[in-house]
């Protein structure tokens, strides 16, 4: 069983930045960001295989940044230049197999409870 605990979230204006950090029992070697907003379907932020090979969400890329430390097993998620409609609650998510691990719709076995990060214009 792996828990995830997120933290970082917040509530900053447009432009500025926020990390969420995702700490982990152990690592696994699929780990990522999730997000949902009111009333919209959940989305792909970002990934990260155990080899460290990343893949982020279009509207993201250049703009986040997906990290681990596995020496302390958490996960990292560098947020610049926050819009609006970054708005959500993030999800870390972890998953036990590097297989699929970038394939849509590929299932993640944990779940964190999710912080809040709230972007104003």
């Known amino acids: 069983q792996v828990q995830l605990v997120e933290s970082g979230g917040g509530s900053v204006q447009a432009g500025g930045s926020l990390r969420l950090s995702c700490g982990a029992t152990y690592n696994t070697a699929c780990m990522g960001w999730f997000r949902q907003a009111p009333g919209k379907a959940r989305e792909r932020v970002a990934l990260?295989?155990?080899?460290?090979?990343?893949i982020y969400l279009s509207s993201v890329k250049g703009r986040f940044t997906i990290s681990k430390d596995d020496a302390k097993n958490t996960l990292y998620l560098q947020m610049n230049s926050l819009k609006p409609e970054d708005t959500a609650m993030y999800y870390c998510a972890a998953r036990f197999s590097r297989s699929l691990c970038f394939v849509v719709g590929t299932s993640f076995e944990y779940w964190g409870q999710g912080t809040q990060v709230t972007v104003s214009s």
């Open positions: 990260i295989g155990s080899d460290g090979v990343t």
